[in-house]
């Protein structure tokens, strides 16, 4: 029997609505990832107490993953985080920060009283509001260049054309904000927000590089310096990544071009992290018997096949149901000896050799026997690889993918892949111990190894390559960069605060009583200034969290100078170049800081789409959250709720 | 070993109705359902005591799915809302909170439920007929000329579950997407000789990627796994102008033995491995496929490598896994029939035709466009549902159907109900009105008293204002006007004081009457016992320019769910005992 408990939240009244779980857990939960905002992260330790396990940690992506999320507001947070992460690769932690402070935004809103779909449609309005400025104050990739170094800390503002430089004359007249809206529609010409028609007409054309962003008259290098965001040899990786894809590209040594979908990560534990390399095709990790066959077959170009699936007698494709209860049955006795497998690997054998195969790349596992046949006889047998690289491989050296090995012919061979040792890391007692470099001709994979000597940091390793390369991948697709470490989140809150302003005015100018409500909907919110301010401290919260991680100042320091900011914002001051320094670790005591540093770090660029979005899921997060009123479990035995309170049993 | 535990006898409860318990649970009930009602209607957070998928969502059909109740009183309600909802999609809510509040009513009234009953019945045929009438008030024609009222149907129904979360842009674009949905699968032409037969809608959901990008297709999309899209395949797809000849096949053609049954199978050492004989047999297959000149060549499920290595050098194109619920589509589309056997040559009739397929990005996935072989109008379509995250897709995907199902009941009667509660303050006004005018008769033909009468009659309509008063949920006041009884709800923090005609907001519920342009409209609060009922006027279409309806509701889905709540009600009224059996 199916039994319903209800537990009610929040009712229709007001008391209770003031403790509304669901937005406080919410709070909670986003507090727990508070120290990761910024470019200083503070790991953390995620211990299991029942299996003793512990995994280190500084992405909020990777702590939801491993708590153990039992209240349903955890798991729709999640749920979102994780959707988000899948799309995007970055933003995540934004994304839960704003989520967090939102909650607490919108419970503050109970509070004081302001009934829900009243927050819900000035929440949204604010988020409108902010889009709109981040959009007319978004730098094309075009404008951002390398400033003249002797030109000083003054220049600030990459581009000429952001309004950041002339904030009152952008913001304060609707005249002047109605040009800029046009303006900015005009320049987005390239975002996948206007062009619709495009993208319903992408489809891939099939050719060598059908995701590269095309990057004309655009400086990578000095792009990635802007969106590094403090990892500085990840993104430095990302450049040599673009560097090799841009000459294979042939576009020569000039870092023309970049394509994430080309990219693979190799991990080796054990050596110290400034191996960490990048090379053109894969890499792969090979026992030391298998690797003295590569030391024969350095510098020639091969033959390869590639093969879905496991090498074995015994592997059958996907889909197919194995029927145990067939036996074979015989009435001589069998004098030769020979099993089925026997037969499988000499069948197999005998293709490869006919085809003239050299390496065989295999998705999943190769029997150990055939592997140790297809040696003697100069075959190279690669297990484990990545299906990503298959695919590259098929792509490039015209080898068409086959299941079963016994189904190969000529034209499923490939051509011209070439071999070699890249290192030897046997010094840990590892099966597999050799680094192996395959490259396909005209191959645009490139594959990045990151080796770091503390295990535990490998997948944050990971995890800080994988951001940096989609943040530059971001900024190549969106061709707009907003201005970082905090710039943005102060012009939105300095709009939301000249709204507010706007609004008291309005409010206060006209006769109250004959006012017609003509402004239906958002623009009869009688609590919208209540609200826009308490999103607005919301920002707030995100900028001085930024401030306080980087260590340079307390959360009551950082409002002072951030309110400080707003004032000079609101006289037509520019944004102080020593405000954006103050997010990083001020190292300039000890030496550190080169003054080269210092002057790169006013110039620090978020993604645009990613961070949009990040908001715009936060406030569809507290939304849902928000309206939810009632929690319902079911499948529960009625006698194990007898005598709680707050629960009731349908 | 099994253990003989005597038989507990059943266990019988008399009036089920009087229990506390059972008064509690039906209360609750009701309070879930009446909070999830409209726009501002509040979720529902579900999952199960293990910590699985938590369901948020305010739609009647996914609640009382996911939601049971061990009160077999309730199970039967929400059996019969779900009935009601396999048929019509929509107002499932509005079933449960009337049925409720008619019980509620007829329990506080202190009314026989024999008595209660067949007011209940009379009134009911009341409201049919009303609304069957030609000049109802309530009623508006849907014009097939122009999509207006379409869309604002289609919007009606996606706007009114904010678990979809929506701006206001997204919501028109939505709406507008699920009118086109529906004009695609609505065939054109003669269609005189032969009997019409609607398309489908196939609906693909992509996570994770806004809501503006959703978007709706002539034709049909496959979901190819990335693998199977071999670099010579993209070639080909591209290939020029069909029709291309297509084969399907629901059999599983992975070669295995599956399909051999039970038991034990022996095989003679020198025979021929059975595998190897199915492989021949599926090879064979694929050869009549080349030679009779397939171009697509499909399956439910499972395609043996081999075969699938064999099509593709013969310059096939081969789609794997399709799964169950595009068979039906793909047999529409192309005119194919599934094949269920391989052990026999195709029968040339079986084969379908496509105009063409070519791959297409969708968000971040791959997939199969197939184009439908006929002009002009294509049968089937594939609706694209983007959104940010997986809870508010999965609303929006129901809220999308439930609009398809609605547009396609206007083919069947083209009028739709004013809705925003006024529907229902104004049917109410009209039945009070008629019932008090013609009490005594009525009682007299029913054989009860009239004062009996007159209490039925006020629960009656009580109930069906009860349903306008769970628009609102955020202590707002609900007035109705005294002309044309419409519903007028005035958002709290707008103080009101009676007569203030002030917070009285511009237009009704459901934007037909609008105070600038109808002087001396009088109000009073809803629910209360206003002392005089006219018979409401119908809002005439003279004024220029003819105010913008915002609301619209199914009138189908309406007047069944009106049915059936009162049937329902009048069922439970009457139930003496429930007999249970407890083992």
Not at chain 2, 38 to 46: A, H
Not at chain 2, 345 to 373: D, N, W
Not at chain 2, 555 to 575: C, G, H, P, R, S
Request: glycine fraction near 8%; aromatic fraction near 4%; include cysteine.
């Amino acid at each position: 029997m199916s039994i319903l408990q209800a537990s009610q939240k929040m009712g229709s009244t007001i008391i209770s609505q003031r403790l509304h779980v669901g937005l406080q857990q919410l709070t909670a939960l986003a507090a727990v990832t508070h120290s990761f905002l910024g470019p200083n992260k503070n790991h953390k330790f995620i211990q299991d107490e029942s299996t003793g396990e512990s995994s280190l940690v500084c992405t909020c992506f990777r702590v939801l993953e491993h708590l153990d999320l039992t209240c349903s507001v955890g798991q729709l947070a999640n749920e979102t985080i994780q959707a988000h992460q899948k799309v995007f690769h970055s933003g995540a932690g934004c994304l839960l920060f704003m989520a967090g402070v939102w909650s607490r935004a919108a419970l503050e809103c109970l509070h004081r009283g302001i009934s829900i779909p009243h927050i819900v449609s000035a929440m949204s309005e604010g988020l409108d509001i902010c889009w709109e400025v981040c959009r007319s104050n978004s730098v094309s990739i075009e404008d951002i260049r390398p400033v003249a170094s002797d030109s000083g800390i003054s220049v600030l503002q990459g581009s000429p054309h952001t309004v950041l430089r002339n904030p009152v004359t952008g913001m304060n007249s609707s005249h002047g904000a109605l040009n800029n809206k046009k303006q900015s529609r005009i320049k987005l010409t390239h975002s996948r927000h206007f062009c619709a028609n495009d993208k319903a007409d992408g489809n891939t054309t099939p050719g060598l590089f059908p995701h590269a962003v095309s990057s004309k008259g655009v400086d990578i290098p000095h792009l990635a310096e802007a969106v590094s965001h403090g990892c500085v040899d990840a993104m430095s990786l990302v450049v040599e990544v673009s560097k090799i894809q841009s000459k294979n590209n042939g576009s020569g040594d000039s870092c023309r071009t970049f394509d994430v979908n080309k990219l693979v990560t190799c991990t080796l534990p054990g050596l110290s992290e400034d191996h960490s390399c990048v090379l053109p095709g894969c890499v792969v990790l090979l026992s030391a018997e298998q690797a003295s066959l590569v030391h024969h077959m350095k510098e020639q170009k091969w033959q390869v096949v590639l093969i879905n699936g496991d090498l074995s007698e015994k592997y059958r494709h996907l889909g197919f149901n194995n029927k145990n209860d067939i036996s074979q049955v015989t009435d001589k006795l069998d004098l030769k000896g020979l099993s089925k497998e026997d037969d499988w690997e000499d069948n197999v054998l005998t293709t490869l050799l006919k085809n003239n195969v050299n390496l065989v790349l295999v998705n999943g596992e190769a029997s150990e026997r055939l592997t140790q046949h297809c040696m003697r006889h100069r075959i190279l047998v690669v297990e484990r690889v990545k299906p990503d690289i298959l695919k590259d491989f098929a792509e490039t050296t015209g080898a068409v993918p086959v299941t079963y090995a016994t189904q190969l012919s000529k034209h499923c061979v490939g051509t011209g892949v070439e071999i070699s040792i890249w290192r030897d890391c046997s010094g840990n007692r590892r099966r597999a111990s050799m680094a192996v470099n395959i490259v396909a001709d005209r191959t645009a994979l490139v594959t990045v190894v990151l080796t770091t000597s503390v295990h535990s940091k490998l997948r944050t390793l990971e995890d800080c390559f994988w951001g940096c390369a989609y943040r530059l991948h971001h900024t190549l697709k969106d061709r707009k960069l907003l201005p970082g470490a905090g710039k943005t989140e102060l012009l939105c809150v300095q709009t939301l605060q000249k709204h507010i302003e706007d609004n008291g005015e309005q409010t206060r100018g006209k006769d109250v009583a004959s006012a017609p409500r003509a402004k239906q909907g958002r623009a009869g919110n009688p609590h919208r200034a209540d609200v826009f301010q308490l999103m607005a401290d919301g920002w707030m919260d995100y900028i001085s969290t930024l401030m306080l991680n980087s260590g340079t100042c307390s959360k009551v320091d950082a409002w002072t100078t951030i309110n400080q900011q707003l004032k000079d914002l609101n006289e037509g001051l520019s944004l102080d170049a020593n405000f954006a320094r103050l997010l990083l670790r001020d190292d300039t005591e000890d030496g550190m800081m080169s003054p080269d540093m210092k002057r790169s770090a006013g110039k620090v660029y978020d993604n645009m789409t990613v961070k949009l979005e990040a908001w715009r899921k936060a406030l569809d997060l507290v939304f849902l959250v928000l309206q939810t009123d009632t929690e319902i479990i079911t499948g529960i035995d009625p006698k194990q709720v007898e005598g709680q309170s707050n629960v009731m049993v349908l | 070993m099994s253990r003989v535990t005597k038989k507990a006898s059943s266990v019988c409860t008399d009036s089920p109705l009087s229990m506390s318990e059972v008064c509690q649970k039906m209360t609750l009930m009701r309070q879930i359902l009446t909070s999830c009602f409209g726009p501002n209607g509040r979720l529902k957070q579900v999952h199960n005591n293990v910590g699985g998928h938590v369901l948020t969502t305010s739609t009647s059909t996914s609640l009382l799915q996911a939601v049971s109740s061990s009160e077999p009183l309730l199970k039967l309600i929400t059996a019969s809302i779900l009935n009601h909802l396999s048929r019509f999609s929509d107002c499932g809510l509005y079933t449960g909170i009337l049925c409720f509040s008619l019980i509620d009513h007829v329990q506080k009234s202190g009314l026989r439920p024999s008595v209660a009953i067949k007011i209940n019945k009379q009134l009911l045929e009341v409201c049919t007929s009303f609304l069957n009438q030609e000049d109802c008030g309530c009623k508006v024609n849907v014009d097939f000329n122009s999509c207006q009222s379409l869309v604002t149907l289609a919007r009606s129904v996606i706007s009114s579950k904010p678990a979809c979360v929506l701006t206001e842009g997204e919501q028109q674009h939505i709406s507008t997407l699920a009118v086109h949905a529906f004009l695609l699968t609505v065939p054109c032409g003669d269609t005189l000789s032969s009997p019409v037969r609607l398309g489908r809608t196939v609906t693909v959901s992509i996570e994770g990627q806004f809501v503006l990008d959703s978007t709706v297709f002539p034709g049909l999309l496959v979901n190819v796994p990335d693998m199977q899209l071999h670099p010579t395949d993209s070639e080909r797809i591209r290939r020029g102008p069909g029709p291309f000849r297509l084969a399907l096949f629901t059999v599983s053609l992975s070669g295995d033995l599956s399909e051999f049954g039970e038991g034990f199978l022996e095989v003679h050492c020198g025979a021929p491995d059975p595998e190897d004989l199915i492989l021949d047999q599926l090879l064979k297959l694929g050869e009549q496929a080349v030679t009779d000149q397939v171009e697509v060549f499909m399956c439910q499920r499972v395609i043996h490598p081999v075969l699938q290595h064999y099509l593709r050098r013969h310059g096939l194109l081969v789609v794997e896994r399709l799964g169950i619920a595009l068979i039906q589509p793909i047999v529409q589309m192309t005119g194919a029939q599934a094949v269920a056997l391989y052990q026999t040559p195709i029968p040339p009739e079986a084969y379908g035709q496509v105009k063409g397929c070519f791959v297409r990005t969708v968000g971040s996935r791959k997939m199969l466009h197939l184009l439908p072989p006929r002009e002009p109008v294509p049968a089937v379509c594939t609706m694209v549902l983007c959104h940010r995250n997986d809870t508010m897709l999965n609303e929006l995907k129901a809220a999308c159907q439930r609009a398809e199902h609605v547009l396609r009941l206007t083919l069947r009667d083209p009028v739709g109900l004013l809705g925003g509660g006024c529907t229902e303050t104004h049917m109410a006004a009209y039945v009070s009105n008629k019932g008090t005018t013609e009490a005594a008769e009525a009682a007299l033909s029913l054989g009860v008293s009239q004062s009996h009468y007159l209490l039925g009659l006020n629960g009656f309509c009580s109930s069906l204002e009860t349903v306008a008063l769970a628009l609102e949920h955020d202590g707002g006041t609900n007035l109705v006007d005294l002309t044309y009884a419409h519903h007028w709800p005035v958002p709290q923090g707008e103080g009101l004081q009676r007569g203030d005609e002030g917070e009285v907001p511009a237009t009704c519920g459901c934007g037909l009457v609008e105070r600038s342009s109808r002087p001396g409209l009088e109000w009073t609060p809803l629910n209360t016992r206003y002392p005089l009922r006219h018979a409401p006027l119908v809002v005439g279409k003279d004024t220029t320019p003819t105010p913008q309806l915002r609301v619209l509701d199914s009138f189908t889905a309406k007047l069944n769910a009106l049915q059936v709540a009162v049937e329902m009600a009048n069922l439970v009224l009457d139930i003496g005992y429930v007999i249970q059996d407890v083992n």
